[in-house]
Antibody, heavy 116, light 110 residues
C-alpha cells in the first residue's frame, strides 16, 4: 500500500521560505502517478498547490507560480515543497497526496504556522 | 478556476438519509466522464477518497455512500447515516487545472 509522510518545520518566519519533505513508501515515485502538495487553511478552504509527475515535470497552481517549487530525490523516493516569501496567509496544514485526477492517497499532514 | 459551491453544514438524524450537494461554476463533465470526486475528512485526519468520477465507490468505502450527478450539479448521499459518518465532506473537480475543492459541508447530528 502506498504511504506518504510529510516532515518539516512547524514554524516559519514571515518573508522566509517554507520547505517540506514527503517520504513515500510502498510505491516508487518514478513508476506512475502525479505527486501533489495540497494545503488546508484555517476555516477549511483547501488549495491544490502543484505536482511533480513520475517523469519529473511540474505543474503549479497559477496563484502560487512565482513562489513555489516542487522537486524530488528519486534515490530516496521523496519529493519536496518549497514556498518562498511566506506570509501569515500561508499558515495551513500541508498535505502530500497522489493519484490521477483524484487523490487516492494522502499523508497525515503537517501544520505550518507563519509567525514572527 | 472552476468554483465549487457547497452548503456549509447539514444536520441529520442517525439512520436517516443525508444528501450533500456540490455545484460547479461550469461543467466538469467530458463525454461520459463526470470529473467530480468526493472526500471525507474527520478532525485531525487526512481526507479520505469516497467517490471518484461522480459515482464510483472508492476501495473499502461502505455501500451506504453513493454519488450522482453530471454537468454542474453533483450529490453525495449517505444512507443510512451512522455516527462514524460525522465529518466534513469535500467535492473536488479535475475537469480543468488547477484542480479545485468545494468549501466543505460539515455533517452534524440533529
Amino acid at each position: 500500500e502506498i504511504q506518504l509522510q510529510e516532515s518539516g518545520p512547524g514554524l516559519v518566519k514571515p518573508s522566509q521560505s517554507l520547505s517540506l519533505t514527503c517520504s513515500v513508501t510502498g510505491y516508487t515515485i518514478t513508476s506512475g502517478y502525479d505527486w501533489s502538495w495540497i494545503r488546508k487553511f484555517p476555516g477549511n478552504k483547501m488549495e491544490w498547490m502543484g505536482y511533480i509527475s513520475n517523469s519529473g515535470s511540474t505543474n503549479y497552481n497559477p496563484s502560487l507560480k512565482i513562489r513555489i517549487s516542487i522537486t524530488r530525490d528519486t534515490s530516496k523516493n521523496q519529493f519536496f515543497l518549497q514556498l518562498n516569501s511566506v506570509t501569515t496567509e500561508d499558515t495551513a496544514t500541508y498535505y502530500c497526496a497522489t493519484g490521477l485526477h483524484y487523490f487516492d492517497y494522502w499523508g497525515q499532514g503537517v501544520m505550518v504556522t507563519v509567525s514572527s | 478556476d472552476i468554483v465549487l459551491t457547497q452548503s456549509p453544514a447539514l444536520a441529520v438524524s442517525l439512520g436517516q438519509r443525508a444528501t450533500i450537494s456540490c455545484r460547479a461554476s461550469q461543467s466538469v463533465s467530458i463525454s461520459r466522464y463526470n470529473l467530480m470526486h468526493w472526500y471525507q475528512q474527520k478532525p485531525g485526519q487526512q481526507p479520505k477518497l469516497l467517490i471518484y468520477r461522480a459515482s464510483n465507490l472508492a476501495s473499502g468505502i461502505p455501500a451506504r455512500f453513493s454519488g450522482s450527478g453530471s454537468g454542474t450539479d453533483f450529490t453525495l448521499t449517505i444512507n443510512p447515516v451512522q455516527a462514524d459518518d460525522i465529518a466534513t465532506y469535500y467535492c473536488q473537480q479535475s475537469r480543468e487545472s488547477p484542480p479545485t475543492f468545494g468549501g466543505g459541508t460539515k455533517l452534524e447530528l440533529k
